[in-house]
């Protein structure tokens, strides 16, 4: 893949998620968020790229296992495709935080989406690294889970069977594919320390420190938010009784 075609995909990755925002963000907002429409849609994006994201991560290593076993030098066009693919959609939903939220409500989400442009553009534009991103774009497969949690309370389903499902199944996913997965990331960093330039290693070790941080807090806000203060109001409930 010539650096040409990635300009191509990460230019075409915004265009689509441009047509994302404009289309089905606007045609399907429910009367619930009708004050919050910019929101809506920017979660709306965020799903979208994560379905297709997490669907295209998986079949990577399916249609080209031998990258699992070289995440350095290893990869095929496709997975080059999907690495700047999601660059344009970082880039797409950094500008449409910083056009139509407040800098207070976003300013994590924006560290964040630069921590991984910075890191996904020096991959494919060295063309090395490539599976290493692939396999950081699996937590998207807990992220399909995240943003429906996000569209759910949105459409004023948070005390739905469905909201509990997904809230389970979003923790799971959160365990297995955004913990696991960034814990076997920094592992790989360690242990392949030889292997890595240190500019490389030291931007991937920043960056997996970052992710540690902003996925633990996540995770206890999830925590909190779906399991413990409804066990806390169970208890309350079975005093008063």
């Not at 963000?25 to 919050?36: K, Q, Y």
């Not at 669907?55 to 030098?73: K, S």
């Not at 700047?84 to 449409?96: A, C, H, P, V």
């Amino acid at each position: 893949m010539e650096l040409s075609s990635v300009f191509v995909t990460t230019g075409g990755s915004v265009g689509f998620f441009s047509l994302v925002n404009a289309g089905v963000g606007r045609m399907l907002v429910p009367e619930s968020v009708c004050g919050n429409a910019s929101k809506w849609r920017n979660i709306c994006q965020s799903f979208v790229h994560s379905l297709v994201t997490a669907i295209w991560a998986v079949l990577c290593f399916f249609l080209h296992p031998q990258m699992a076993e070289d995440l350095i030098e290893t990869h095929s066009v496709f997975s080059h495709m999907l690495v700047s693919f999601s660059i344009g959609y970082f880039i797409y939903d950094f500008l449409d935080m910083v056009l139509n939220r407040k800098l207070c409500q976003s300013w994590e989400l924006l560290f964040h989406h630069m921590v991984v442009i910075t890191c996904f553009s020096l991959s494919v534009l060295s063309f090395r690294y490539i599976g290493f991103a692939v396999v950081a774009l699996l937590v998207e497969i807990n992220s399909v889970f995240l943003h429906m949690r996000q569209i759910l309370r949105m459409a004023g389903l948070a005390t739905s069977t469905v909201y509990r499902v997904n809230s389970m199944i979003n923790l799971g996913t959160y365990v297995v594919f955004r913990i696991n997965t960034l814990a076997w990331m920094t592992r790989w960093l360690v242990v392949n320390r030889d292997k890595v330039p240190l500019m490389a290693y030291t931007l991937g070790s920043v960056g997996m420190a970052i992710m540690t941080v902003m996925n633990i807090v996540l995770f206890y806000r999830l925590l909190r938010s779906d399991f413990l203060k409804s066990t806390t109001r169970e208890t309350k409930k079975e005093k008063e009784m």
